[in-house]
């Protein structure tokens, strides 16, 4: 008895899996160090992946006992089958020549009952280890995603957003083929070599052990395989991710490789990248190509002497003829789940590799956590204006690489006032924002909101405290009426579209094809550069924070939308403390103070008109652009 | 991935999908593959023939046994066993070399194809006009280039072989067990017909599952990647738990369509394993019975149960087979949707040779003239206006022009029109006097260079992102335009100007890769340069400074700078003011300063008619809009 037909091309099933996870590339994984710096991965902690995974399957104890036991019982049933014919032949039939009927009765209700219990059990367990899967998975991207957002800006910084997606997309996906596939695979494989090696020794041991000999050879061919198409395996990961990466980078870039004509240079630059991509394929097929034929040629040897053998015990009458027919039935069984095994091995690994990611991303604490006894920002009395005192307190702030950003410093806002920072890129005006944000918190020192220390506010209150507005102004898919609605999901139509009227984009939404309700990711949708700005601040208007930050938000803005904004911080943001970044220096006029700050610090600080007429930087400044208007 | 199966271009991406096509439909689908398989035809075919001459000693190797138990067991014939012994070794080992030569033909050539179709398609794609690409989602591009890819080549690896094979094997071993026992082949074979055709069922209504969590899972991904892309604002306005439960949502959503998924396996798999088990211990008792009468022997027993058990997978594998032919048809339709886009020099009219620009006799150095230039968007939703209705503007050679508008006026439109980016629809755009339709593309986009407002990097070193302008430009001509563009920062980078940028490199501020992408359009020295915006993202000493350098490159350039800012407008000899899709005004910044009002507004926020002011501040007096 030989490999059938049915063993091979389940093996290449197997295989379609295999490659699948192949395909799933890990972009970021290759990446260089996306900072100066930086870049460095998230060590995992020993043990991560195993609690992550004994905390996702804690819940499900009950169940996944359940599925085992199922799929044990299955197996029997299933390998029973062969048993029975030998039964049959070697007792039914000389019964039968007696007139009784009772054995081969007994064997075909056996036979077909075995039959029906296996297929229920089989029905059975793949619904309920979906279910399992199912929730393990649901609990997994949930608990990715959630940390992810919990996680501080400056790690999204660090991290890219690239491998935060392929942490919960790509890896995900590795673990649910490996759920949904490898576990029921592998456990049917080890369940039924047990009872296949088992039954072999009962019916006779002999040729019993003679067949579980053949483990041997093929485990080694199994090593060896193994071994070769994991290093096949990481070449083919790099190397379509390079694929990857030069596509989407040639895609997203069209406007300037047509613009440059870089198509042959990149076709060049793709040809290589993609040779790779295909060599590392073709040997992945030869490598396979190899294990398939030597393992089968090592099964098929091994049959060929165990049947020969036991065709010579039969002639000497030392073994009945049904126990060989049953031999030569499971040996073909036997020899069934080689493929699938080295294969199973192949995707545990890449499984295990997705899962440590996935917990070594879980296992960040984030640099800003949330406080544990959240404190409530003072009540504001009915006559008060709505803006907050801000104060930063013996704040200093330095990168984890120890690099000082901004040295020691205290600087009071009062209320209402509406303060300008101006200086040359890296003078640390962002990370001044970014500290009154919360988005980092400082080294040393504190930063207060009406003497609050921001880390003991809860978000929500924080968020009603302070409000940033960045350049970079990202439109969510869905409505712009939604996109505005961020800044206060509960607001009505009304107010969306008043916070619209208020900065002057109410014009340019109702012109579009749907007005507010069009989808700002499809036909029709192209909304500029300066208009999205708009839509930012309109959602900054409606969240009507106590403290406003304008981190360059204005650089997109033509002078009429950027007067838009202007007016509105006069109007509707009345009496807000507000912190605006503006290389403009038109912004700066309309504040109340003017901070010039030069490589940390604060180097000039005052009324605009004062400073104006100083001698500082900022009069040279404003000297300059004042000539550029006349 | 998760984004991967949408037959259709991004925009209609998360609508149920398409119903499943038509086989005779998908066999045509899969002809077209044709020219990509006919270089290696013949190396399919070997393998094909490999497949099926292991396939056919696979199911020769029971009848072998049978003999073997019939024969010298049953007469004591120790030579005769060996003999047999010898044969059933040798259809072994064919059996195992077959197999292995059956992959060994064919993974190097379909590889090859795999190859060739993507390059192919990456070749096409950089062809099709930016229009197409505005209509496509990158994602959406590159699954096709990837996972579609490797469905086609799974295709012509496995189902395409084994459809034949598979199909001839089943006929023979039915051949094989009636030769065997008619009566209990017929048994054993009743079960197929009911069986393939619930195979198919599952299979069909399983893809559709299967089609529906692919967008499902498309959809999950598009809320994360959002809730990453735009963590600012989420933070900024403490929105998190708002986008977690939309996100659990979606999951949930996603986890119901993998149950439903779940249980249809569970139904086929029942039916897999229960329906040849049924049949298998029907005729076992069958043949017990015609043993023991005597009329088959236990050996035709033996070979018999060997050869249906080995029948089996053939049957059971061809609802399968089916169903990934009909996934590689979809796959092979969306590579051709991209394939069969016309490129962007399909609708060229009669080029003139390249050499003609410079030999162009009449207004020999008339700069750029547009004339009653019109255009739309190809995708604007049907009865709106036109973006541009008829632009007339000439830029002396020489001179550099401002281009100024409101926000969303159709500024950056115009500027992509001119190297071709976008055709126009009307009118005429001519550089020295030659109509641009009239310039191979190649040659145009040499003559006009350009600086996006969106500057992009590529993966690439920064001297390579710089001389992208102009490949061979000498080490100076680098020098100088990181001059002009106040680029110097890249000389304290790590390798100075061989250190790699963009995706997979260093990341730089916005104000740098504005600065990158400037030096990027001066490094040539172009005839005729167009700036979008190219100073929004400098600070104020900066801007200065690249001003000032600017100011020098421009003196000997046709230029078209699109302005927002007095600062901007004032590199410019005049300005030209583009409203309502034509050119309004044109002249020096002092002149339309004093005669013209909208101008006067858009450069110093003056507000001069009564009409402005309904544009903007009608916030309630207190300021409190809200609450």
């Not at chain 1, 395909?23 to 998230?42: R, S, V, W």
């Not at chain 1, 898919?477 to 619209?500: C, F, L, Q």
């Not at chain 1, 604060?602 to 001698?615: H, K, R």
């Not at chain 2, 798999?269 to 069958?286: C, D, N, Q, R």
Request: glycine residues 8%.
């Amino acid at each position: 008895m030989s490999v059938t037909e049915r063993d091979l091309t389940e093996a290449e099933q197997t295989e379609l899996l295999e490659e699948a996870a192949l395909q799933e590339p890990d972009l970021q994984e290759d990446k260089a160090p996306a900072g100066p710096g930086d870049g460095e991965d998230i060590p995992v902690p020993p043990g991560a992946p195993r609690a992550l995974l004994r905390s996702l399957l804690g819940p499900h104890r009950a169940r996944v006992v359940l599925a085992m036991v199922m799929i044990t019982i299955q197996q029997a049933a299933l390998q029973v089958g062969p048993l029975l014919v030998s039964y049959a032949i070697d007792r039914g039939i000389p019964a039968l020549r007696a007139h009784d009927w009772g054995p081969l009765i007994a064997v075909t209700a056996g036979y077909l009952g075995c039959a029906a219990v296996a297929t229920l059990l089989q029905r059975s367990f793949i619904r309920l280890s979906g279910v399992i899967n199912q929730a393990i998975l649901l609990e997994m991207r949930r608990r990715i995603f959630r940390h992810a957002q919990a996680l501080s800006l400056d790690f999204h910084e660090r991290y890219t957003s690239g491998r935060i997606i392929s942490r919960a997309t790509s890896d995900v996906d590795t673990v649910r083929e490996l759920l949904n596939e490898g576990l029921q695979e592998l456990l049917s494989v080890i369940l039924s070599v047990v009872y296949i090696a088992v039954l072999l020794i009962v019916m006779d041991w002999r040729l019993g052990l003679a067949s579980l000999a053949s483990v041997v050879p093929i485990y080694l061919f199994t090593r060896g395989y193994r071994r070769r198409s994991q290093a096949i395996y990481r070449r083919s990961r790099t190397a379509v991710a390079q694929v990857i990466v030069r596509f989407t980078e040639t895609m997203n870039g069209i406007r300037p490789v047509q613009a440059f004509r870089r198509e042959a240079a990149n076709e060049e630059a793709f040809a290589v990248s993609n040779g790779e991509y295909t060599d590392a394929n073709a040997q992945g097929l030869l490598s396979m190509a190899q294990f398939v034929a030597s393992s089968r040629a090592t099964a098929n040897i091994w049959i060929t002497g165990v049947v020969v053998w036991g065709a010579v015990l039969v002639t000497q009458g030392s073994l009945q003829l049904g126990v060989l027919a049953a031999f030569v039935l499971y040996l073909r069984r036997l020899f069934d789940p080689v493929d699938q095994v080295a294969m199973f091995l192949n995707s545990y690994q890449s499984a295990s590799a997705a899962l440590e990611k996935i917990a070594g991303l879980l296992a960040h604490e984030p640099s800003v956590p949330e406080p544990g006894e959240p404190v409530a920002l003072p009540a504001k009395t009915e006559d008060a204006i709505p803006g907050r005192a801000v104060d930063f307190d013996g704040v200093a702030f330095s990168y984890r690489t120890g690099k000082q950003v901004l040295p020691r410093f205290d600087l009071r806002i009062p209320a209402g006032q509406s303060v300008a920072v101006v200086g040359a890129t890296g003078a640390g005006k962002s990370t001044l924002a970014k500290l009154l944000a919360r988005f980092y918190d400082p080294t040393e020192g504190k930063v207060t909101l009406d003497g609050v220390d921001l880390r003991e506010l809860s978000t929500p209150e924080l968020r009603r405290g302070v409000v940033m507005v960045t350049q970079e102004s990202f439109l969510f898919s869905g409505t712009v009426a939604e996109n505005i609605a961020i800044g206060r999901p509960d607001a009505s139509r009304e107010e969306v579209e008043e916070a619209a009227r208020a900065i002057g984009a109410f014009e340019f939404i109702a012109a579009l094809p749907e007005g507010f309700d069009t989808d700002v990711r499809k036909r029709g949708g192209r909304i500029s550069a300066g208009q999205r700005q708009l839509v930012a601040f309109a959602r900054a208007l409606l969240a009507d924070p106590a403290v406003l930050i304008l981190d360059e938000a204005t650089s997109s803005l033509d002078v009429p939308g950027e007067q838009a904004v202007q007016r509105a911080m006069a109007t509707v943001l009345a009496g807000r403390t507000a912190v605006i970044i503006a290389h403009r220096l038109s912004t700066v006029e309309i504040a109340d103070r003017v901070l010039v700050m030069d490589q940390g610090q604060v180097v000039e600080d005052g009324a605009p008109a004062d400073l104006v007429s100083g001698t500082g930087r900022f009069a040279g400044l404003h000297q300059a652009w004042r000539e550029s208007l006349v | 991935m998760s984004t991967q199966q949408d037959s259709r271009p991004a925009p209609e991406a998360s609508d149920p999908s398409p119903p499943q096509p038509a086989s005779h439909s998908a066999t045509r689908s899969l002809l077209r593959l044709w020219p990509y398989v006919r270089p290696i035809r013949w190396f399919l075919t070997a393998s094909t023939v490999s497949a099926l001459l292991a396939s056919l000693s696979a199911l020769v190797i029971p009848l072998v046994l049978k003999n073997v138990v019939d024969g010298p067991v049953a007469h004591r014939d120790t030579g005769g066993l060996w003999r047999q012994g010898v044969l059933l070794l040798v259809l072994g080992l064919l059996e195992a070399g077959l197999f292995g030569l059956r992959r060994w033909f064919v993974a190097r050539p379909l590889a090859g194809v795999e190859r060739q179709m993507r390059a192919d398609l990456y070749a096409k794609l950089q062809r099709l006009p930016v229009s197409f690409h505005d209509r496509w989602a990158s994602g959406q591009l590159l699954s096709r280039a990837t996972s579609d890819m490797y469905t086609i080549r799974l295709f012509l690896a496995f189902p395409l072989v084994f459809l034949i094979v598979n199909s001839m094997v089943f006929l023979t071993g039915i051949g094989i067990m009636f030769t065997l026992d008619w009566q209990l082949a017929l048994i054993t074979v009743l079960p197929a017909a009911p069986l393939i055709i619930l195979c198919s069922y599952f299979e069909r209504r399983y893809s559709a599952a299967a089609r529906l969590s692919q967008d499902q899972n498309g959809d999950l991904a598009t809320v994360l990647e959002e809730s990453v892309l735009g963590i600012r604002i989420l933070k900024s306005f403490g929105r998190h738990r708002t986008m977690a439960a939309r996100y659990r949502a979606q999951a949930e959503l996603l986890r119901g369509t993998e149950l439903k998924k779940a249980r249809l396996l569970a139904d086929l798999w029942a039916v897999i394993v229960g329906l040849p088990e049924l049949a298998l211990g029907t005729s076992l008792a069958v043949g017990v019975v015609q043993v023991a009468h005597g009329s088959t022997t236990a050996g035709t027993l033996v070979g018999f149960l060997s050869t249906a058990l080995s029948l089996r997978w053939p049957v059971e594998s061809l609802g399968w087979l089916l169903a990934y032919s009909n996934e590689a048809a979809t796959a092979t339709d969306r590579f051709y949707e991209v394939m069969d886009a016309r490129p962007a020099d399909a609708e060229d009219g009669p080029v003139r040779d390249g050499s003609a620009v410079q030999a162009a006799p009449a207004p020999a150095r008339d700069g750029i003239r547009l004339a009653d230039v019109r255009f739309r968007y190809p995708d604007a939703p049907a009865g709106s206006p036109d973006l541009l209705t008829g632009v007339d503007l000439h830029v002396r050679s020489g001179e550099t022009m401002a281009l100024v508008g409101l926000t969303g006026s159709g500024k950056t439109t115009l500027t992509a029109l001119l190297p071709r980016l976008y055709e126009i629809d009307g009118g005429r755009i001519t550089l020295d006097g030659t109509d641009i339709r009239e310039i191979p593309r190649a040659r145009l986009r040499a003559l006009v260079s350009m600086a996006f407002e969106d500057p992009t990097l590529f993966s690439a070193s920064v001297s390579e992102n710089v001389l992208m302008g102009a490949p061979d430009a000498p080490e100076e001509a680098l020098e100088r335009a990181l001059d002009v563009a106040q680029a110097q920062f890249v000389r304290a980078l790590p390798e100075g100007t061989r250190t790699q940028v963009g995706e997979q490199g260093l990341s730089l501020s916005g104000g740098q890769r504005q600065r990158l992408a400037l030096a990027r359009a001066v490094v040539g020295a172009p005839e005729f340069l167009v700036l979008d915006d190219p100073l929004s993202a400098l600070d104020v000493h900066t801007e200065a400074l690249v001003e000032q350098a600017l100011r020098q490159v421009l003196a000997g350039t046709t230029a078209l700078v699109v302005a927002h800012r007095p600062s901007t407008v004032l590199l410019a000899d005049r300005v030209a003011l583009l409203a309502d899709g034509r050119i309004t005004a044109v002249g020096t910044h002092h002149e339309l300063l004093e005669s013209n009002p909208e101008y006067r507004e858009l450069m110093s926020g003056e507000r001069t008619g009564g009409q402005a002011g309904e544009r903007t501040g009608e916030g309630t007096e207190d300021g409190s809009l809200v609450r």
